[in-house]
């Protein structure tokens, strides 16, 4: 630039006007460029800014869901007792109740009275989109797997309301009438089948095996779990794929 101005004065002392119009567009080119450089780094610098938020609230993002993963791993499995305790209790009905084991038998009571509880936390998501920041995730793909795993939720909560009405308002009520106590039954639930946390009394269940109402909400109590079963394999199965993406994503 000095040496431009140099030649400048150089071209008006000599009176030579064309030679300063073109060491002044000269001056004025570099200028332009100089800007538009400045406004490259300056973009280069945001995007970098940007992409370093967004890999931000991925790895929050993966956190969050990976702690729901197994918080799901759980209730899965504790899901299954009680489809297999309500469905072995179906399935021998009738006298061949009797026939059972009543240590056994607990067990299955315990387990058909059971609703395992699940609260995912959703809080990472809901601040990034009232934030604006979910948009700075760029990949779209992955985008629309994590909001199908959120979008699942909404499903996962009517399918467990549900669950916890045929089971505190429907099997709890026909054994109350029934004259037993809940916490008797329920404190002798096992941890897994055929295992017991804790030795109860001993139960005669045969009014409730008697009970039609009972049957028919046993039933329903089955239909209920493997619902609620599908509709949780389902957002284990968008989560992992959600957290599949996640970690591709940040590897890049």
């Known amino acids: 630039m000095k040496f431009l101005r140099k030649l400048r004065y150089k071209s008006l002392k000599n009176s030579k006007l064309s030679n300063y119009l073109g060491y002044a567009i ?48 759980g209730l899965i499995s504790d899901y299954i007792w009680v489809y297999d305790s309500a469905d072995y209790l179906i399935g021998n009905y009738g006298e061949q109740l009797n026939e059972i084991p009543r240590r056994t038998l607990d067990s299955l009571m315990g ?83 055929g295992k017991y946390r804790e030795q109860t009394p001993k139960h005669d269940y045969s009014s409730i095996f008697e009970n039609i109402e009972f049957e028919n909400t046993l039933e329903l109590r089955r239909i209920c779990t493997a619902d609620i079963l599908a509709v949780s394999r389902m957002i284990k199965e968008s989560q992992d794929n959600a957290i599949f993406k996640i970690e591709k994503e940040l590897n890049k």
């Open 111 to 193: 387990g058909i009275l059971y609703v395992p509880e699940y609260y995912p936390s959703e809080s990472v998501y809901n601040l990034a989109i009232s934030t604006g920041k979910y948009d700075l995730i760029k990949n779209d793909s992955l985008k629309i797997a994590i909001s199908n795993t959120i979008g699942l939720l909404p499903l996962y909560k009517m399918t467990s309301r549900r669950v916890e009405d045929v089971t505190f308002n429907r099997l709890h009520k026909i054994i109350d009438d029934e004259g037993y106590l809940m916490k008797d039954i329920l404190g002798g639930r096992l941890t897994s089948f």
């Open 26 to 73: 000269g001056e004025i080119l570099l200028v332009v460029i100089g800007i538009f450089i400045a406004i490259q780094v300056n973009e280069i610098y945001e995007q970098k800014k940007q992409d370093t938020e967004g890999d931000k609230i991925l790895r929050s993002l993966l956190t969050e869901f990976k702690l729901n993963q197994s918080q799901l791993e």
